[in-house]
């Protein structure tokens, strides 16, 4: 089947489900196939419990004229996604819909939610789901969007390279954001200039097609990384067209703004110095689409973090930093390094292994001791992963159910502590 016909019956069925034991009535279900599953097993099953058509590669055991197949269904969802993108490239008398792309080894998620709580305040505006920001989660996203969108927000993960490059072909970003470019997924792209090279695409696909790129102009990697766009507009805590600093970090982040905004302060319910950067890229983002100053400052000041990403929870007297979504060596030593600041004594560290770091892994375990070892605590566990075969004197756990037992025996009180660790080790679950 040409995409053009499957795009029509897309139009007139547009929920998309790649899990069978999720459909609803009147979905189009995608039968993926991956390392441990094979969907086209289940392309009956969805069809029995109201989807309707399933898109498979593989023959059925029954003919069924809801069946639709086609050489790859990975493929056949991205294209269907670019049909759908395409969409929203409008004549040329009238504006184009702005698609944002972000990526970034840090920060990219937060971002995208901030610049997300910024740009609804004004806009019709749709954006990723979660961390849906792979080579599922991006076409999906995108099959999301719907007619009345006046933004799209689309967030890009990425652990190789040409990988950014290929998620650009589909999602055709007009405006665009890398965070950073540090420590993580060493094992896919080889080494940290292997990373800003894979980030560095969509840059690429940004100065061939005259996009425009924010960029934060404290990192000289960006500055360098940006040279050949013509379209820049930057931020960060000088030489930029917004410039802003860290009032308060004792506690939940505060910022004032320099230049660029008639905002003079911000208070968020963020936890951590690392999320200066994505703040400033929020309000940018908000005063280059015209959004008024008090909308920007009202959705930074109320947006509230969630999905395990830089959360302060107060539970049985203690202060909590949760911040287990995800970890890296740069965003480890950001997180510990600003925990260290922090106010408050009985200082608890309860971290999680480093995955994807390839051959580096155990250098860089051993680095996050060290870094441990420069500052007092009253407790340190580590778990899974290479902090196994790193030298410490710290207490060790295979993994979080174990940690879990240990941290319900002490019944701490007045304490502060730091969960962080790589989705992987669910560090989590220490807390349920």
Known sequence: MKITELYKIFLQFPSIQTDSRKIKEADLFFALQGTNFNGNQFAEEALSKGAAYAIVDEAT????????QVDDVLKTLQNLAHRHRRQFILSSTEKQIPFIAITGSNGKTTSKELINAVLSTSFKTYTTEGNFNNHIGIPLTLLKIKHDAEMAIIEMGANHQNEIAAYCVYTMPTYGVITNCGKAHLEGFGSEEGIRK??????DYLRLHKGTAFVMRDYNYLQEMSKRLTNCITYGTHNAGLTGSIKNSTGLLEVT?????SIDYIKTNLVGEYNLPNILLAVTIGKYFNVPDEKI??????YIP???????????????????????????QAAIENFAKMSGENKVLLLGAM???????????QHLIELINKYKWKNVVLVGGDFNKASHSFL??????????WFNNQNFNASNILIKGSRSTQMEKILE
Not at 257 to 261: F, K
Not at 297 to 302: D, G, Y
Not at 323 to 328: R, T
């Open 198 to 203: 894979g980030k560095g695409e969509l840059f």
């Open 396 to 405: 060790y756990f295979e993994s979080s159910k174990q940690a879990k037992k």
């Open 257 to 261: 703004i320099h230049t660029g905004s």
């Open 306 to 332: 969630s999905n395990n990403r830089s959360q302060l929870i107060e539970k049985n007297g203690n202060k909590i930093i949760l911040d287990a979504y995800n970890a890296n060596p740069s965003s480890m």
């Open 61 to 68: 055991c029954t003919p069924n004229d809801r069946i639709i």
């Open 297 to 302: 400052k009202w959705a930074l000041e109320n």
């Open 355 to 365: 995955m994807e770091l390839g051959a580096e892994s155990h250098q860089e375990h």
